[in-house]
């Protein structure tokens, strides 16, 4: 049961630790009441509202979608959504975040060895990331892992690098650059 509205945008603001203009957006993006007219042409909140601005600052906190928030609290449906309902929505979105950090921790092991390796002198044509970005992947014959230093570079550019439009199709770096100046120092 709803309380009475009893709270002006000020109190409503107060007592939830958020400003009136991040009020105002909640209550545009349909995620706060809005509030109730008095016969004095007052804007009065429910009490009510301070758990659920609160509620709505930490689930977007925690990278909770709009439409999902406003499930959570029952808005969109016109009904209370139940603790297992909450539940379940929290236990999806946590598969989302953990399936989000596998893919940014293969991004990062795919680009921590460039950007390691990179000697960031010469032109952009000399650079081994802008080399190893910019070459179409190719089939290339195993080298022996006796083969220093260059065998560590090479196995280094051969991680997967993660398209950064979340395609999930992983492509395979050239490496013509790295085996060639490999060729030049066995040659010495």
Same mark, same amino acid.
């Given at each position: ?12 603001? !107060? ?8 009020? &105002?957006?909640?209550? #545009?993006?349909?995620l706060?009441?809005?509030? #109730?007219r008095?016969? *004095?042409g ?6 009510? @509202?301070?758990? *659920?601005?609160?509620?709505v600052k930490?689930?977007l ?7 999902t /928030?406003?499930?959570?609290? %029952?808005?969109?449906? %016109? &009904?209370?959504?139940?603790?297992g309902? /909450? ?5 999806? *979105?946590?598969? =989302?975040?953990?399936? @989000?950090?596998?893919?940014l921790?293969?991004? @990062?092991?795919? +680009?921590?060895?460039?950007? !390691? ?8 044509e000399?650079?081994?990331v802008?080399?190893? +970005?910019s ?9 022996? =892992?006796? @083969?220093?230093p ?5 196995? $280094?550019? #051969?991680t $997967? ?20 100046? #490999?060729?030049?120092? $066995?040659?010495?």
């Amino acid at each position: 049961m709803t309380s009475l509205a009893t709270l002006s945008m000020a109190a409503l603001a !107060e007592r939830s630790g958020v400003d009136a203009d991040t009020i &105002k957006k909640y209550q #545009r993006l349909g995620l706060v009441s809005g509030p #109730r007219r008095t016969g *004095h042409g007052l804007m009065l909140y429910s009490p009510d @509202e301070v758990a *659920h601005v609160i509620f709505v600052k930490r689930a977007l906190a925690l990278d909770f979608p709009v439409l999902t /928030i406003r499930d959570m609290l %029952g808005r969109a449906r %016109g &009904k209370l959504s139940t603790c297992g309902d /909450i539940h379940t929505v929290a236990d999806q *979105h946590l598969a =989302d975040v953990r399936r @989000e950090i596998a893919r940014l921790k293969q991004v @990062e092991a795919s +680009l921590a060895p460039l950007v !390691e390796t990179c000697s960031r002198q010469g032109p952009r044509e000399a650079c081994s990331v802008f080399a190893a +970005l910019s070459h179409r992947a190719s089939p290339r014959p195993e080298i022996a =892992d006796d @083969e220093t230093p260059w065998s560590a570079m090479v196995q $280094r550019y #051969r991680t $997967r690098l993660i398209d950064s439009a979340s395609q999930a199709s992983a492509m395979q770096i050239d490496f013509n650059t790295c085996q060639s100046r #490999r060729m030049a120092h $066995r040659a010495r």
